[in-house]
């Protein structure tokens, strides 16, 4: 049963729940991803994620995904350490990361991210091959745009006056 709320002006407009359920990962336009062989370095790695402005990197053999390098890995794993560089990404990648298709549920994808932990979730075919990557912004980004009164911190009504600022 698909469950329908009505908006400020009386609109039909679908839940939250329901439009999690019904929105595929394909619909979230996931990116191209920074891609490097297991034994790219550090320095390889890095420049790929700041070359492509992304938090991550996928370690691939071929079009197959094998681990990933997150900003997270860098902050935990390498910051402060007595690390070169020059040392191989795969010795600080997360190995075998959590996947979805472009057919899972945006429900599926925020589900996995909550249980791991994750900010980044690759995307992958039918055979594994990488297909994209989906982040955090990119749910925040799709939820922000389906409902905007609802996810901007702004008075949902023209006329409505807030006495103190949120979280202040």
């Known amino acids: 049963m698909v469950e329908i709320v009505r908006g400020l002006n009386g609109e039909k ?16 336009k996931p990116s191209s ?4 062989d297991r034994t790219a370095t550090l320095a390889e790695a890095i420049a790929s994620m700041r070359g492509t402005s ?9 079009q197959r995904v094998t681990g990933i390098l997150t900003e997270r890995d860098l902050v935990d794993k390498i910051v402060g350490e007595p690390v070169a560089f020059s ?12 996947t979805l298709t472009a057919d899972a549920s945006l429900d599926e ?6 249980q ?14 990488i297909e994209g ?4 912004q990119h749910i925040i980004g799709f939820l922000a745009e389906l409902f ?14 807030i006495d103190s600022r949120e979280g202040g």
């Open 148 to 161: 905007p009164t609802e996810v901007l911190n702004l008075p949902p009504r023209q006329n409505q006056y």
């Open 109 to 114: 994808a925020i589900r996995l991210m909550d």
């Open 33 to 36: 991803p920074a891609c490097v």
């Open 87 to 98: 040392s191989a990404v795969e010795e600080f990648m997360t190995r075998n990361p959590k």
């Open 54 to 62: 992304t938090g991550c990197v996928m370690v691939c053999e071929g």
């Open 116 to 129: 791991g932990d994750y900010r980044h979730l690759p995307v992958v075919d039918g055979a594994g091959g």
């Open 133 to 136: 990557i989906i982040s955090i």
């Open 13 to 28: 407009q679908m839940s939250v729940r329901e439009a999690l359920r019904q929105t595929k990962i394909r619909e979230l």
